[in-house]
C-alpha cells in the first residue's frame, strides 16, 4: 500500500523510536502507520518478536487486526496479542508494546500495563494530553515524553481530511431553566438531611451545592429537556431525508433510548448492548443501509465509519479531547465528502451549560473550524 509523505515521515519516526507517540487526528490512519512501522521493522529483525497492542473497545481490536492483516511479514514474524485495556493480560513481557488511545495512558489500569513493559512502547492517540497535568506528566514519562505531532490543519489543506463546519443552534428554554433552580433546591435540601457533616466548612457547603447545580442542570437541562429533544429530532431527520449519514453522541443511555424513539429509523449504540448487536449496527451504518446512529461514548473514540458526515452534540461537556474526538468522527475522507457538519447547542438554561457551550465554540475556534 502507497503510503502518504506524512505517513512515511510518523512511520520513520517508530521504528527509529524505542519509546514515543503519534499525534494525529481521526482519519490521519494511525492504525496503519502502526501497523506499517511494526512491518518495516520486522523486515530488519532477526528471529520472531512477540507484538501485543493495547485498545480500548471490541471494535478497535477488529480494526488492528485487519490492519495488521495486510502484511504477511507480520503473521510470519509475530507473536501477536490485541487485547482490550480491560483484559490485558500480566505477567507478559512483549519486545514491543503498541497502545492505542494511549492519553488513556495515566490511567491506573493502563499504567500498570504499560509499566511492566520494559522493551519498546509505541502510543497513538489524537488527544494524548489533556487538562489533568497529573496524568500528562504520567503519560510523558511512560512515553519518554517523545512526540510526534501530524497537523491537521495541513492534512485539510492537501485534501486527506474533510473541512468541518460548526452549525449552532438556540432553543427556547425558559421552562428548563425554572425546573432546574426548583430542582436544586430539592437536590439540596435532601443532601443537607442525608449528609449534614458535608455542610459544616464554606469550602465543603459550595461544594456540595454546587455538585447538586450540576446534576439538576445536566438532568433537566440536557437529558430531560423535551424542547431540545424536539430540535435534536427535528436536526436528525432532516439530515436522514437529505441523504446524509448521521450520528447522534449522547452523554446518557436513557436520553439515547427517548431519542430513539423520536427519530424513526434510528438505532442506539452503547458499550454494554453486547458486542455482536453492536458489531451488526455499526456494519448498518457503514455500509449505508443505516442512516442514523446515536451513541454514548462507545463511538466517541476509535470509531471508523469514513460515511458519517454529520454529528449531532446532543450531550454537554467541555473537555477538549472529548470534543476533538467525537467531531473527528465525521472528518475522515470519502468519497464526495467535502465537509463534516457539527450540530451543537447554545445552552442558555443554566450557568454551568452557558460556560460548556462557550468553551466548546472555543474549542472549534482553535481547529479552525468554520462557524
Same mark, same amino acid.
Given at each position: 500500500?502507497?503510503?502518504?509523505?506524512?505517513?512515511?515521515?510518523?512511520?520513520?519516526?517508530?521504528?527509529?523510536?524505542?519509546?514515543?507517540?503519534?499525534?494525529?487526528?481521526?482519519?490521519?490512519?494511525?492504525?496503519?502507520?502502526?501497523?506499517?512501522?511494526?512491518?518495516?521493522?520486522?523486515?530488519?529483525?532477526?528471529?520472531?518478536?512477540?507484538?501485543?497492542?493495547?485498545?480500548?473497545?471490541?471494535?478497535?481490536?477488529?480494526?488492528?487486526?485487519?490492519?495488521?492483516?495486510?502484511?504477511?511479514?507480520?503473521?510470519?514474524?509475530?507473536?501477536?496479542?490485541?487485547?482490550?485495556?480491560?483484559?490485558?493480560?500480566?505477567?507478559?513481557?512483549?519486545?514491543?508494546?503498541?497502545?492505542?488511545?494511549?492519553?488513556?495512558?495515566?490511567?491506573?489500569?493502563?499504567?500498570?500495563?504499560?509499566?511492566?513493559?520494559?522493551?519498546?512502547?509505541?502510543?497513538?492517540?489524537?488527544?494524548?494530553?489533556?487538562?489533568?497535568?497529573?496524568?500528562?506528566?504520567?503519560?510523558?514519562?511512560?512515553?519518554?515524553?517523545?512526540?510526534?505531532?501530524?497537523?491537521?490543519?495541513?492534512?485539510?489543506?492537501?485534501?486527506?481530511?474533510?473541512?468541518?463546519?460548526?452549525?449552532?443552534?438556540?432553543?427556547?428554554?425558559?421552562?428548563?431553566?425554572?425546573?432546574?433552580?426548583?430542582?436544586?433546591?430539592?437536590?439540596?435540601?435532601?443532601?443537607?438531611?442525608?449528609?449534614?457533616?458535608?455542610?459544616?466548612?464554606?469550602?465543603?457547603?459550595?461544594?456540595?451545592?454546587?455538585?447538586?447545580?450540576?446534576?439538576?442542570?445536566?438532568?433537566?437541562?440536557?437529558?430531560?429537556?423535551?424542547?431540545?429533544?424536539?430540535?435534536?429530532?427535528? +436536526?436528525?431527520?432532516?439530515? =436522514? !431525508?437529505? #441523504?446524509?449519514?448521521?450520528? %447522534?453522541?449522547?452523554?446518557? &443511555?436513557?436520553? /439515547?433510548?427517548?431519542?430513539?424513539?423520536?427519530?424513526?429509523?434510528?438505532?442506539?449504540?452503547?458499550?454494554?448492548?453486547?458486542?455482536?448487536?453492536?458489531?451488526?449496527?455499526?456494519?448498518?451504518?457503514?455500509?449505508?443501509?443505516?442512516?442514523?446512529? +446515536?451513541?454514548?461514548?462507545? =463511538? !466517541?473514540? #476509535?470509531?471508523?465509519?469514513? %460515511?458519517?458526515?454529520?454529528? &449531532?452534540?446532543? /450531550?454537554?461537556?467541555?473537555?477538549?479531547?472529548?470534543?476533538?474526538?467525537?467531531?473527528?468522527?465525521?472528518?475522515?475522507?470519502?468519497?464526495?465528502?467535502?465537509?463534516?457538519?457539527?450540530?451543537?447547542?447554545?445552552?442558555?438554561?443554566?450557568?454551568?451549560?452557558?460556560?460548556?457551550?462557550?468553551?466548546?465554540?472555543?474549542?472549534?475556534?482553535?481547529?479552525?473550524?468554520?462557524?
Amino acid at each position: 500500500m502507497q503510503q502518504r509523505e506524512y505517513q512515511q515521515k510518523a512511520i520513520a519516526f517508530l521504528t527509529r523510536s524505542k519509546r514515543g507517540i503519534i499525534q494525529a487526528p481521526a482519519g490521519a490512519g494511525k492504525t496503519h502507520i502502526a501497523a506499517s512501522a511494526l512491518a518495516v521493522c520486522l523486515y530488519k529483525r532477526q528471529g520472531v518478536a512477540n507484538v501485543e497492542i493495547m485498545v480500548n473497545t471490541i471494535e478497535q481490536v477488529d480494526q488492528m487486526q485487519t490492519a495488521c492483516d495486510r502484511f504477511e511479514i507480520i503473521s510470519e514474524k509475530a507473536n501477536l496479542q490485541i487485547y482490550c485495556a480491560a483484559g490485558a493480560p500480566t505477567g507478559t513481557y512483549p519486545d514491543l508494546l503498541i497502545v492505542d488511545e494511549c492519553h488513556r495512558a495515566g490511567a491506573p489500569g493502563w499504567a500498570y500495563k504499560i509499566k511492566q513493559c520494559q522493551s519498546a512502547i509505541w502510543g497513538l492517540s489524537a488527544t494524548p494530553f489533556s487538562a489533568d497535568e497529573e496524568r500528562n506528566a504520567c503519560v510523558s514519562k511512560l512515553f519518554d515524553d517523545n512526540v510526534h505531532t501530524i497537523d491537521r490543519s495541513d492534512l485539510v489543506d492537501h485534501g486527506h481530511l474533510a473541512k468541518a463546519k460548526v452549525v449552532w443552534h438556540d432553543v427556547p428554554n425558559d421552562d428548563a431553566a425554572n425546573a432546574i433552580e426548583k430542582h436544586t433546591k430539592e437536590l439540596i435540601e435532601k443532601r443537607r438531611k442525608k449528609m449534614p457533616w458535608m455542610f459544616r466548612t464554606d469550602d465543603g457547603s459550595q461544594k456540595q451545592i454546587n455538585q447538586c447545580k450540576w446534576q439538576a442542570a445536566q438532568r433537566l437541562g440536557i437529558w430531560e429537556n423535551e424542547n431540545r429533544d424536539a430540535h435534536i429530532a427535528l +436536526i436528525a431527520k432532516q439530515n =436522514i !431525508e437529505a #441523504g446524509n449519514h448521521t450520528i %447522534v453522541l449522547i452523554g446518557s &443511555i436513557d436520553h /439515547g433510548k427517548r431519542l430513539a424513539d423520536a427519530i424513526p429509523g434510528s438505532e442506539l449504540v452503547f458499550s454494554k448492548m453486547g458486542a455482536k448487536k453492536r458489531r451488526e449496527v455499526i456494519a448498518r451504518f457503514r455500509d449505508g443501509s443505516l442512516r442514523c446512529m +446515536i451513541g454514548t461514548s462507545a =463511538i !466517541e473514540e #476509535g470509531f471508523d465509519a469514513p %460515511v458519517a458526515n454529520v454529528i &449531532i452534540m446532543a /450531550g454537554c461537556g467541555r473537555s477538549e479531547r472529548k470534543t476533538i474526538q467525537s467531531t473527528g468522527r465525521v472528518l475522515r475522507p470519502h468519497d464526495g465528502k467535502l465537509c463534516g457538519i457539527i450540530h451543537d447547542f447554545r445552552d442558555e438554561c443554566h450557568s454551568m451549560l452557558q460556560r460548556q457551550s462557550r468553551s466548546r465554540w472555543r474549542i472549534y475556534k482553535q481547529l479552525n473550524y468554520s462557524q
